[in-house]
């Protein structure tokens, strides 16, 4: 069952003493979690078959090695205990940050959402959500939240088309990626005002290129209500999500070159079944 609820918009920037506490206080030892939500599907019970494919599987996802591109999809268990999971991290994360992020994605859902049977996170460098319902190759817009800077642009209009020129352009390099990664970046600035913006956009890698350009359209047109004249926001959802800030926020230099191509599936141990792998090494797409 789709969700489609919307969480009210929370703030990107802090004031600054409060960014100062949370550097000082929070960063120190925690990525950033920007959002969680324990669906409310069903619940299981503690000793139950599907508490234990939900353990076995975190488990193979965060000591997966093998996966080097940022995208993870699985499933654990038979019939009604079967749970399935996607994980994606940023397109710009290497692999150790990637892994990590996993690994306290699922320890952090586990105990925030200890028995349901469905349940997302979102971290700035990686997502995770699991289902007792299929989820793979599946565009979800809900549930889906949005973040936005509380400074603001000058000459609205200006900015905002450029903006959205900007992420249409990235939404079709991201879109038509291959089943790793459907990820692009780029920045512009704008003609008479001279605004700079870097943005980001991302799918899953297992939606086709017409759902993950649909997906990303859908977020993008919730800028107006979201974003509207700020120097920053995000629209964030279960499939694809997009960021766009006033200063480069990503690491160029790992978006240029996709890792090298995973190992072919056969030598994957089952279960769980990992995503099969793509031929080529691409470079991501990089806006020109
Ligand atoms: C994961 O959590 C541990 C402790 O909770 C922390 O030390 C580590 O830095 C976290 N990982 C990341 C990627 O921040
Ligand atoms: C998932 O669990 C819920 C709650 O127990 C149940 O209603 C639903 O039918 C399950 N879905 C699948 C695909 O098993
Ligand atoms: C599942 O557990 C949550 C949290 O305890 C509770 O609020 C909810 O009503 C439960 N849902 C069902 C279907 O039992
Ligand atoms: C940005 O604009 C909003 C809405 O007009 C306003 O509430 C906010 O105070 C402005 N932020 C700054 C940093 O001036
Ligand atoms: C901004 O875009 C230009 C190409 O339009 C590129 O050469 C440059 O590296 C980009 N800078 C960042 C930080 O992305
Ligand atoms: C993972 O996703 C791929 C598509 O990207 C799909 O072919 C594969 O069956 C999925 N894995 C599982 C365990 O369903």
Redesign the pocket.
């Known amino acids: 069952m789709a969700m489609a609820m919307a969480i009210p918009p929370s703030k990107l920037l802090f004031p600054f003493f409060l960014l100062i506490f949370h550097l000082l206080v929070l960063s120190i030892a925690q990525p950033n979690l920007l959002s969680h939500i324990c669906s409310e599907n069903g619940n299981f019970t503690t000793g139950s078959d599907y508490k234990s494919n939900l353990n076995n599987l975190f488990t193979s996802l965060s000591s997966d090695t093998k996966i080097d591109y940022g ?1 993870y ?3 654990y268990g038979q019939n009604t205990d079967k749970v ?1 999971a996607i994980s994606l991290c940023r397109g710009d994360k290497n692999p150790e940050t990637c892994r990590s992020c996993i690994k306290n994605s699922s320890q952090v859902l586990t105990q925030l959402c200890p028995k349901q049977k469905e349940a997302f996170i979102w971290y700035d460098d990686c997502m995770l959500r699991y289902s007792n319902r ?1 989820i ?2 599946r565009m979800e817009f809900g549930p889906y939240f949005w973040m936005y800077s509380t400074d603001n642009v000058t000459e609205e209009n200006e900015f905002h088309e450029m903006l959205n020129s900007l992420l249409g352009s990235l939404t079709d390099l991201a879109a038509v990626g291959d ?1 790793r990664r459907k990820f692009a970046v780029g920045n512009e600035t704008t003609k008479n005002n001279h605004q700079t913006m870097y943005a980001i956009v991302q799918c899953t ?2 939606l086709s290129t017409e759902d993950c350009g649909t997906c990303l359209n859908k977020a993008i047109e919730l800028i107006p209500k979201c974003c509207k004249g700020r120097q920053g926001g995000r629209v964030i959802t279960p499939s694809c999500h997009f960021r766009y800030e006033k200063d480069p926020f990503y690491d160029l230099a790992a978006t240029t070159v996709l890792p090298p191509s995973p190992a072919p599936l056969s030598v994957l141990p089952p279960p ?5 792998p793509k031929a080529t090494a691409d470079p991501a797409p990089l806006l020109k």
């Open positions: 995208f999809n699985a499933s399935n299929s793979f190759g089943s890698p297992d769980p079944v990992f995503s099969p």
